[in-house]
Structure formats: structure tokens, C-alpha cells
């Protein structure tokens, strides 16, 4: 802990030199020192040795698969490599492989880069094309068990498909946002507003 604490305070020092080594020595004392990992990871990934920074920061998932910081970090250095869709190939592998706590972690990594592809879709005024994202992340949240993940992303299939002049399936997903939270205010609203 002394180690990684060293390392820690020399990362957010910019002294990364000192960070690294200090890291180092706590993966000595603790191979398994999962945040020791993720910030080798990140060190790596600043320096541009991306296989380098993956395999750290994969290692530290491996060993805490329910941090979500890992996640987070993993898909911004595959976003720094040029190729941020590798979020979702891993998903896919784990969930062909069925490791539940590997899959909702890479799951709710890449439920975060859909929503924000749904978000930009919409600025766009692709409304079809926002849907079709946003059902995709229905799929994914449902392969993980991310049932309170799943009530904004009814709330905006909702909204999508009232904007859109699909008032049933409007209709349908604000009832879906009812089923899982009868007490959600905007979707009794918008509801009471189409009948």
C-alpha cells in the first residue's frame, strides 16, 4: 500500500519516472496489486506503449473484474491506439465464454460508448439510427442483468420514438420505465401526455 501510494502521489506529480518505479515495487511485495496495474497501464499508455498499457490494465480487470475505473481506462487507451471498437470485441469474447463478472464489466463499458454513440446520433437528428443504438444497448444490459441500466435507456427509446411520431412504441417504452420504477415521474408524464 505504502508502495502504491508513493507511486500514486508521483503519477498526479507528473514525476513518472519515480511513479513507475514504485509501482514496480509494489507488484513485487503483491502481484496481484490490482491498482498498481491499471496505473502501469496508464503510465504505459502515456508513453505510447499500448500493448504494453493493455496487458496491464487487462491484468488488473482480471484480478477485480467489478472495478469499473479499469473499464474506463482499458477503452481510452484502445481509443488512443485508433481502434476504440476492441471494447466490444472483448465483451463479445467474455460472453461467449460466460465469465459473468468479466461480461458486466466489459458490458457496462460498452453500454457507456453506445449511449454516448446514441447521444451523438440524435445531435445529428439521425432518430433512427439513435433507436437502433439505443436497442443495442437494451441487448447488451440485458445480457448483463443491468436491470436498473435498463430504465433510462426505455426513458430514451421513449422520448426517440415520441419525437420520432411513433407514439405506440413511445407509449411502450415509457410503460417499460413504469414496470422496473412505477414511481419515475417523467415516464407517468409523458405517458399521461400521448393517451
Excluded: C
Excluded at 514504485?22 to 502501469?40: S, T, W
Amino acid at each position: 500500500a505504502v508502495f502504491y501510494g508513493l507511486g500514486y502521489i508521483n503519477y498526479l506529480n507528473e514525476n513518472i519516472e519515480k511513479s513507475q518505479s514504485f509501482f514496480n515495487q509494489a507488484l513485487e511485495l503483491n502481484a496481484k496489486n490490482a491498482l498498481a496495474l491499471n496505473n502501469l497501464g496508464a503510465i504505459y499508455s502515456r508513453q505510447k506503449s499500448y500493448n504494453q498499457a493493455v496487458e496491464k490494465v487487462r491484468a488488473a480487470i482480471y484480478i477485480n473484474p467489478k472495478e469499473p475505473m479499469f473499464f474506463i481506462n482499458l477503452e481510452l487507451i484502445y481509443k488512443k491506439m485508433g481502434n476504440p471498437e476492441l471494447i466490444v470485441a472483448d465483451y463479445n469474447r467474455y460472453l461467449k465464454k460466460g465469465v459473468p463478472d468479466l461480461v458486466r464489466g466489459y458490458g457496462m463499458a460498452v453500454g457507456r460508448k453506445m449511449r454516448q454513440a446514441g447521444f451523438k446520433l440524435y445531435s445529428k437528428g439521425k432518430l433512427d439510427e439513435a433507436i437502433g443504438k439505443f436497442m443495442e444497448i437494451e441487448t447488451v444490459y440485458k445480457n448483463i442483468k443491468h436491470q436498473t441500466g435498463l430504465v433510462p435507456i426505455y426513458f430514451s427509446l421513449g422520448l426517440l420514438h415520441e419525437e420520432k411520431g411513433d407514439i405506440k412504441n413511445a407509449k411502450k417504452f415509457f410503460k417499460q420505465v413504469l414496470a422496473f420504477n412505477s414511481l419515475h415521474i417523467q415516464a407517468k408524464k409523458r405517458l399521461e401526455q400521448l393517451q
